[in-house]
């Protein structure tokens, strides 16, 4: 079975500010990631994902993320972020059976709050 | 292409009444997953279907129950609303393809149920 952990609940951040949020999972098989954006009172909305291949992936609105084997975490970045950030972000993952996917397991979010 | 969507939008139930959470998708995908999401607890798996006559239980399937008939609709059924199932209900569809390897769940803009 896989699971995810996300290691902050929420995260406060000035405008212009770089940003980390953490996410690190585990699973017996290889594995899909996903990060997924909720705006307020909205359904998510995929950001980017790993699949396999780059281990740097490169998502919508300056966001990237990073898939680490060894460590098990797939955290998400950006340099520079701005008011219109704000919103709630999940890592998910999937197991990958062979080219298969298997249902995707979400954390429990991030609230990603960017202040002026 | 209006995606995945979903009615109603918001819904207050008394407990013991029944009610169904509609699901239409126009993205022609053969996937269609239920999920639930709680404050602080991330979205969680109700039901899935990989295509039309076909469908298994999620992660939390106990007090629902579905059926696809065809590709585009996935109704989600309430026979006897209990005030642990006010939630946050979203449907999700996707196209799984080995080949293509998108794997992408596309996200309908939720229904609020509250029971009480």
């Known amino acids: 079975a896989q699971s995810v952990t996300q290691l902050d609940s929420q995260v406060p951040v000035f405008e212009e500010a770089p940003v980390e949020l953490r996410c690190n999972y585990s699973?017996?098989?290889?594995?899909?990631l996903f990060w997924y954006v909720q705006y307020p009172n909205q359904g998510l909305q995929l950001l980017l994902k790993?699949?396999?291949?780059?281990?740097l992936v490169k998502g919508i609105n300056g966001f990237e993320a990073e898939f680490n084997k060894s460590q098990t975490s797939f955290h998400l970045r950006k340099p520079s972020v701005h008011i219109s950030d704000t919103a709630e972000y999940f890592c998910?993952?999937?197991?990958?059976?062979?080219?298969?996917?298997?249902?995707?397991?979400f954390g429990k979010g991030t609230k990603l709050s960017v202040k002026p | 292409n209006a995606g995945v969507t979903q009615t109603p939008k918001f819904r207050i139930l008394k407990i013991g009444q029944s009610m169904t959470l509609q699901c239409t998708q126009d993205m022609n995908h053969n996937y269609m997953y239920w999920y639930r999401q709680d404050p602080g607890m991330g979205l969680k798996l109700i039901y899935y279907s990989v295509g039309a006559g076909i469908t298994d239980k999620g992660e939390v399937p106990n007090g629902y129950n579905v059926s696809r008939s065809t590709t585009e609709d996935f109704p989600l059924r309430l026979e006897l609303a209990a005030p642990s199932q006010t939630s946050v209900y979203f449907c999700?569809?996707?196209?799984?393809?080995?080949?293509?390897?998108?794997?992408?769940?596309?996200f309908g803009p939720g229904t609020r149920l509250t029971v009480t």
């Open positions: 998910a993952v999937s197991a990958d059976y062979g080219g298969s996917q298997g249902n995707l397991i």
């Open positions: 790993y699949l396999s291949g780059s281990t």
């Open positions: 699973s017996s098989v290889s594995v899909y």
């Open positions: 999700a569809s996707s196209y799984s393809n080995r080949l293509a390897r998108t794997y992408e769940q596309y």
